[in-house]
């Protein structure tokens, strides 16, 4: 998204360096895997504090400066991040021709977060909420003007971006904050050199399994029915954004922009479905 007067000023390097802290200590095996479903206490009304109270766990990180990306420990940089898009990023065209950013993979993988609802009160734009906190008392006047049968699980895709195009794309959104996420991959979106697929097309992929995927449940033979997860970064409203009051939306441009993604890359029917209820924003 672009500047807003939503919130205090925004500090795009320090976000940056936030997210490269957060990068490098992902993919050092340093954060706790566990999954992000409900539990935590709300003691606060404002809605912002409910927005994050259970959102995907960030890790705090030293400040840096521009030349030197320097975060104050030892791990390496990874070459390469997962990042997972679920608002206009999942449109392969918003991807590499707008934001002019060139995927590892050709192919996505597609996944869904599970216990998260997709919401569109960060000025328009998407952003995500637990199901606890979006079912819950204080977010009723929210729900009353969402679309009817809003899921309790955000889909989206993964994209295997080098280290450096994910930094690019995290100082073109303004007021989000990087989280690392568990994503639970297709069944069909396998990883082997048996075959190809187009983006969108159910079947197998060219890509090799990376290091933080875990299969369970199968052998890496019957991995089409098993119960595959990807740690992957995403994106959050920042606690210090002021949201949008109950009535809001999405634009027409940005919804569509979501919607023909969602479908180009063929995720799943019924949630391109929920997609075209999604009420345009007045």
């Not at 993979?105 to 977060?113: C, T």
């Amino acid at each position: 998204m672009t500047r807003s007067s939503r919130g205090p000023s925004w500090d795009t390097m320090s976000a940056v360096n936030r997210a490269l802290a957060l990068a490098k200590r992902s993919a050092a095996g340093e954060m706790k895997r566990t999954t992000t479903s409900a539990g935590t206490t709300m003691k606060s009304s404002s809605l912002n504090n409910i927005l994050m109270a259970n959102a995907p766990k960030q890790h705090d990180s030293t400040r840096g400066t521009r030349r030197s990306m320097n975060v104050g420990d030892d791990d390496p940089p990874p070459e390469y991040v997962w990042y997972f898009g679920f608002g206009s990023n999942v449109n392969p065209g918003k991807m590499t021709t707008s934001r002019g950013l060139t995927p590892a993979e050709p192919s996505p993988l597609r996944g869904s977060l599970k216990n998260f609802c997709l919401v569109f009160l960060h000025a328009g734009y998407a952003t995500v909420v637990s199901k606890d906190v979006f079912f819950g008392r204080d977010f009723a006047s929210f729900r009353e003007h969402a679309s009817k049968d809003t899921p309790a699980e955000v889909h989206g895709v993964l994209w295997k971006l080098k280290l450096e195009d994910f930094l690019e794309l995290v100082q073109q959104e303004y007021y989000y904050d990087t989280h690392e996420v568990v994503v639970d991959l297709y069944d069909e979106d396998t990883f082997s050199a048996n075959g190809k697929n187009g983006v969108g097309t159910p079947g197998t992929t060219t890509q090799e399994a990376p290091e933080n995927i875990t299969t369970s449940g199968a052998s890496s033979e019957q991995s089409h029915n098993s119960s595959k997860k990807i740690t992957a970064l995403t994106f959050v409203t920042t606690q210090s954004f002021n949201l949008d009051p109950p009535g809001s939306g999405p634009s027409s441009r940005y919804i569509e922009l979501i919607r023909s993604g969602a479908k180009q890359i063929g995720l799943r029917e019924d949630y391109c479905a929920w997609l075209d209820s999604v009420k345009v924003g007045r």
